[in-house]
């Protein structure tokens, strides 16, 4: 689901947290991610699977540095 539709605060901060994480991943291997909209911004709530509670969608417009 869309970041916007989280359950709670808590997991909305955890959420930006990982984002920020994958940010800086990105942009340390030479990628520059200039799409940030809360729509490419998605979290997993699903108990039952969590194997990516977080990502980001949308990487076309990903720029090589």
Known sequence: M???KVSSWAVLFI???GYIVG???LYE???FYKNILVNNLIINEDNNNLLLPLFLIDL???IKE
């Open 23 to 25: 940010y800086k991943s």
């Open 2 to 4: 869309p970041i916007y």
């Open 29 to 31: 291997v030479g990628f």
């Open 15 to 17: 959420a930006l947290k």
């Open 60 to 62: 076309d417009l990903v």
